[in-house]
């Protein structure tokens, strides 16, 4: 192994974290290298150190302070629109401008699904008999090779038309 992938692995060699394989390859790694030895007493230390460590204490109404402070930038802050907030501080003439837009686009949107649901006057349209290579201006096609796209395409189409 080389001294940077066992130097990734020191911390799980110092904890036993690592498969006993690795742990093996590892140690084996340590007892011929002395870079990476000072690197584990290294890594031992600080392990030492930050167990024996305490977390300092919180300071009183720390909380408080906190919640008080991100309170001021969210109401300081324009960019953090809030509907709630906007309706409340809105006047009542906006109010009433707001609700006529809701109106109008809820009316006409109804209006506009309203009139594609109900049925039509005029009788369905029959499929007609016409030469559907004239109809759908496909008789450029007429001219391709046996076998080809084209030529399949065409001969769908005519079985199709002969099968009504």
Not at 34 to 58: M, S
Request: proline content about 6%; some cysteine; hydrophobic content about 45%.
């Amino acid at each position: 192994m080389r001294c940077e992938e066992v130097q990734q692995q020191l911390r799980e060699f110092s904890t036993g974290e690592l498969p006993m394989d690795v742990r093996q390859t590892v140690q084996a790694h340590l007892s011929e290298c002395a870079a990476c030895c000072a690197e584990l007493a290294k890594v031992d230390a600080l392990a030492g150190f930050l167990t024996g460590a305490q977390a300092p204490p919180v300071p009183s109404g720390f909380a408080s302070r906190v919640l008080s402070k991100a309170r001021q930038r969210q109401e300081a802050n324009p960019a953090a629109w809030n509907l709630m907030r906007w309706w409340r501080v809105t006047s009542a003439p906006m109010h009433a401008a707001a609700a006529a837009v809701l109106v109008f686009g809820l009316g006409t949107g109804a209006l506009i699904s309203w009139s594609t649901w109900q049925p039509s006057a005029a009788p369905p349209v029959q499929a007609s008999q016409t030469d559907l290579l004239a109809s759908y201006n496909v008789d450029y096609l007429t001219d391709a090779p046996n076998g080809s796209l084209a030529q399949t395409y065409l001969a769908l189409v005519s079985s199709a038309q002969e099968g009504k």
